[in-house]
């Protein structure tokens, strides 16, 4: 990991994950610098998180289209020219030219256990079905919703009486830390993907890593 390594964010909301990033740059514990934030919504609090020149927002509905929006997105992302691209509360679905152009670059933290409920109401979902585990997944992004190949995921226990807000905070809790140390592994090389195969130091690994209590990453 060198301190080259250079983020773009995608968010739409508050942007805590994006402030994750911050954090833990700002200790140390990423080698990294995060080049711009890039969003749908102009009042998306995440903007607030890094200087205006670092800020880009656009509603897509001033677009012709959704090819000419997500064309001027990427070339306002391009010109941050990015190692890798997080999309992080980022409620908008990529299209493929998008996804085709930065490809490799792309990943999103997601709040379930992929390949389980992909999309929207994750926690909801879960309690629905009765689950007795719940978490987040960082996986690779493709055109399709919440499909490309998961890298690492982290659980939380269902407990007894949890509503879909109290489920949604302890997943918050392990997104942040899930996120970072992906990125750690990321801007190091160790981990690499290609053709949906993910590698560790060189080894083929065939299921996502998974985040322990000591907020490290190990194969499942």
């Not at 590698?199 to 996502?208: A, K, N, V, Y």
Request: glycine share 6%; proline share 6%.
């Amino acid at each position: 990991m060198t301190p080259s390594t250079r983020i773009a964010v995608l968010a739409s909301g508050r942007g805590s994950n994006l402030q994750a990033i911050l954090d833990a740059i700002a200790q140390g514990a990423l080698q990294a610098e995060v080049v711009g934030v890039f969003s749908d919504r102009r009042d998306a609090q995440a903007l607030q998180r890094l200087p205006a020149a670092q800020r880009w927002a656009a509603a897509p509905r001033d677009f012709a289209d959704r090819a000419a929006y997500e064309a001027a997105l990427g070339d306002a992302i391009a010109a941050s020219a990015p190692d890798w691209i997080v999309c992080a509360g980022y409620m908008r679905i990529l299209g493929e030219a998008f996804v085709a152009r930065f490809d490799g670059k792309l990943i999103n933290i997601h709040p379930s256990l992929l390949p389980l409920y992909k999309g929207l109401h994750t926690h909801a979902r879960a309690l629905e079905a009765g689950d007795t585990q719940h978490g987040a997944s960082v996986h690779f992004v493709v055109p399709e919703l919440d499909a490309g190949t998961v890298l690492a995921q982290a659980r939380v226990d269902v407990l007894p009486g949890d509503s879909p807000e109290t489920l949604a905070a302890r997943v918050l809790a392990v997104e942040h830390p899930l996120l970072i140390a992906s990125l750690q592994l990321l801007a190091s090389g160790r981990v690499t993907e290609q053709n949906a195969q993910l590698q560790l130091d060189g080894h083929p690994l065939f299921s996502p890593l998974v985040l322990d209590s000591a907020r490290m990453l190990q194969p499942a």
